[in-house]
């Protein structure tokens, strides 16, 4: 089964800092989500990348297959970035539909 | 579109009742995904369906949990009887296209049913 290592698990940042999340996993992978959980629940899926770097705004997803090893970075950070983060990932050994989540990382920026 | 929507928002209930939870996917999704949520173990995917065939339910609990999608724009997680350590966050998401999430489909997710069992 495939474990999803999310670091750091809490992050304080001043409005502005650019900001990383990293995401580990032990077997190779199809595809890696990342997600937004807003601080009332809600989730939303930001990037879904098998390769490469995909970028959105300010947020950047970046994925390096042979490390197993994701990164979202967030630059120009802003209070309304609060959130939890999470990292997901498809495998390959496992069924279909079947995404492994990390625990999240919880993301608080003052102004 | 509306997004996935979710019924209800939130739901308390004694042990031991039978408690259903709806959702309905977005207009030509054709995967669906339910999904609980707690914190001690996080987001986990319980069961998922692809053209309203249940394709992986590994990670239904128990026997106590079912669920059901008879047609292509609703489904239903029904918890029978239901137990306080089923309090969490039920979460149905739904995809376009093949909805293989190991191949990456970008997942739509709804706000959430809040679960009490007391």
């Known amino acids: 089964k495939n474990e999803v290592e999310q670091s750091p698990q809490n992050l304080t940042a001043q409005e502005g800092e650019f900001i990383t999340i990293n995401c580990s996993y032990s077997?190779?992978?199809?595809?890696l989500h990342w997600l937004q959980q807003h601080p009332g629940g809600g989730i939303v899926s930001l990037f879904m990348l098998s390769s490469g770097k995909k970028k959105h705004g300010r947020l950047i997803a970046t994925i390096n297959i042979q490390e197993k090893h994701s990164s979202l970075h967030i630059t120009a950070s802003h209070p309304r970035d609060s959130a939890v983060y999470i990292c997901?990932?498809?495998?390959?050994?496992?069924?279909?539909?079947?995404?492994?989540f990390g625990k999240g990382t919880k993301l608080s920026v003052k102004p | 579109d509306a997004g996935v929507i979710q019924s209800p928002r939130h739901e308390v209930t004694e042990m031991g009742q039978e408690v259903t939870l709806r959702c309905k996917p977005i207009s030509g999704h054709n995967s669906l995904f339910w999904y609980r949520q707690t914190m001690m173990r996080g987001l986990e995917l319980l069961i998922y369906?692809?053209?309203?065939?249940?394709?992986?339910d590994s990670g239904m609990p128990e026997d106590r949990f079912s669920a059901k999608m008879p047609n292509a724009s609703f489904s239903t997680l029904k918890i029978q009887p239901s137990e306080p350590r089923d309090s969490a966050v039920y979460f149905c998401a739904s995809s376009q296209s093949p909805g293989l999430a190991g191949l990456g489909e970008t997942q739509y997710f709804g706000p959430g049913t809040r679960l009490l069992v007391l």
């Open positions: 077997v190779g992978i199809s595809a």
């Open positions: 369906f692809n053209n309203n065939v249940p394709i992986d």
């Open positions: 997901a990932v498809g495998d390959y050994g496992g069924s279909q539909g079947n995404l492994i």
